[in-house]
């Protein structure tokens, strides 16, 4: 089926640990991004792409890297998780106005 | 910069009642402005949304205008179900750029 997926779904991390999340679309697009959601908070972007071999930074970077290494993939990376990276994070693409978004991976550090 | 303020929740009504919720937003240029409804457990799905002033964006019973003179977009539908319940962001996109989420309004409609 075309359209994001997103892996894991779940993941538990102790602090200290490090983890990539990996992001997959089949439709081509050139742009990705990812968003973290906290309660109250809405969606905010981490990082984005706007094509292969490219990533650029959104508005709360800190914490997190990124590698676009082929166009229809984009990589999360926590080095190092605190608790403070507890949230849901989403990735997703887009052509033109057409936006397309993952399930979502809850992510909890403890 | 870009910014999206939504009616803060969480919104409680009755199956059947009549529902707004309050979108505007700060853009430079003309934005495209967009609802998406992330449904409890799910990701989030389109809406609705329209490209410039005037349109309407409709879906599923849910409707909602872009006013550019009072920079709003606030979703409206008529009569709720209780399938309704789900988290709605309202978000904008001006041309080649990324998306703005406000923060979320959580819709919970009651039998």
């Known amino acids: 089926n075309a359209g994001v997926t997103q892996t894991p779904k779940f993941r538990v991390l102790k602090t200290g640990q490090s983890m990539t999340l990996l992001c997959a679309q089949d439709?081509?697009?050139?742009?990705m991004y990812w968003y973290r959601q906290d309660p109250g908070m809405g969606l905010r972007l981490i990082h984005y792409s706007v094509g292969e071999g490219t990533t650029a930074k959104g508005e709360v970077p800190d914490g997190y890297n990124v590698s676009r290494l082929k166009k229809q993939n984009f990589l999360l990376g926590l080095e190092s998780a605190a608790p403070s990276q507890t949230s849901v994070y989403f990735c997703a693409s887009s052509y033109s106005f057409q936006w397309l978004f993952g399930q979502g991976t809850r992510l909890t550090v403890v | 910069g870009n910014s999206v303020t939504q009616m803060e929740g969480p919104v409680t009504l009755s199956e059947e009642a009549f529902l707004t919720i309050n979108c505007t937003y700060t853009a430079t240029g003309y934005p495209s402005l967009f609802w998406y409804v992330q449904y409890p457990g799910e990701g989030l799905q389109l809406l609705l949304k329209?490209?410039?002033?005037?349109d309407k964006g409709s879906n599923k019973g849910f409707e909602a205008t872009y006013r550019k003179e009072t920079t709003s977009f606030h979703l409206e539908k008529g009569s709720v179900q209780v399938s309704d319940s789900a988290v709605y962001f309202c978000?904008?996109?001006?041309?080649?750029?990324?998306?703005?989420f406000g923060t979320g309004t959580r819709l919970t409609i009651i039998p």
């Open positions: 439709m081509n697009h050139e742009y």
């Open positions: 329209a490209t410039k002033a005037d």
């Open positions: 978000a904008l996109s001006p041309p080649g750029e990324k998306l703005t």
